[in-house]
């Protein structure tokens, strides 16, 4: 079956540093979505990516999604206390409504 | 309204007990699910509805047995849990199945 794989399982960083977590799948993706989970939280929405090559910014946040549609990446420039959460990257399933998650990426932010 | 609510926020029930949890969305969302995520792991989805009708069972046990009363409404049914069953259950809702999810609060269970 689809496997989305995420890496690293952690990351710890000073404030100000960047960070980067990637994405990727066994299988190529029609689109890739990617959440966030503060501690003790639920999971929101932050971007869906769905174009081959497709690049998307959201202030300091850059979203990729790979040429070949099996990757994708997020890329945090000068990391802040707020971005302390998980980020999780989600692939649709082969069945109509599932959705694969990524394992997850835990960033924790030293002030 | 763009949000989901989920009751009760905390729930401790034991093995023999029956309780129900509960979720809503006012968006006009036609797909609901329902996951189950344990620590330090990736929400784990349990059952897919779209339409009010029960599209995806991800062979979850008998033990949870969801519901659909109307297009906003989606219980989650307990009866006879184990303690591994203890757990953040999160109800999703999107547009359908090809949109982002937006996730309630979650319900954290324990199971004695």
């Known amino acids: 079956g689809q496997q989305v794989m995420q890496i690293p399982q952690y990351q710890h960083v000073q404030e100000g540093e960047d960070f980067t977590t990637y994405c990727n799948s066994s299988?190529?993706?029609?689109?890739i979505q990617w959440y966030k989970q503060r501690p003790g939280g639920h999971p929101v929405f932050l971007i869906q990516?769905?174009?081959?090559?497709e690049v998307k910014k959201q202030k300091r946040l850059t979203f990729q999604f790979g040429e070949a549609k099996k990757n994708s990446s997020l890329h945090i420039t000068a990391t802040q206390t707020t971005d302390v959460g998980t980020y999780f990257c989600?692939?649709?399933?082969?069945?109509?409504?599932?959705?694969?998650f990524g394992d997850g990426t835990t960033l924790t932010v030293k002030p | 309204d763009t949000e989901v609510t989920q009751t009760p926020k905390h729930l401790v029930m034991g093995m023999t007990n029956k309780k129900s949890l509960k979720c809503e969305q006012h968006?006009?969302?036609?797909?609901m699910y329902w996951y189950k995520q344990k620590a330090k792991k990736p929400p784990e989805l349990m059952f897919v509805?779209?339409?009010?009708?029960?599209?995806i069972n991800e062979s979850v046990p008998s033990r949870f047995s969801p519901e659909c009363p109307n297009s906003s409404l989606l219980n989650l049914h307990l009866h006879a849990l184990q303690p591994e069953d203890s757990a953040l259950y999160l109800c999703?809702?999107?547009?359908?199945?090809?949109?982002?999810?937006?996730f309630g609060p979650g319900t954290r269970l324990t199971v004695l």
């Open positions: 999703a809702s999107s547009q359908d199945f090809h949109n982002e999810q937006f």
């Open positions: 299988t190529t993706l029609s689109n």
């Open positions: 990516l769905v174009k081959s090559g």
């Open positions: 989600a692939g649709p399933g082969a069945n109509a409504g599932k959705s694969t």
């Open positions: 968006m006009g969302h036609r797909a």
């Open positions: 509805y779209s339409y009010e009708k029960l599209s």
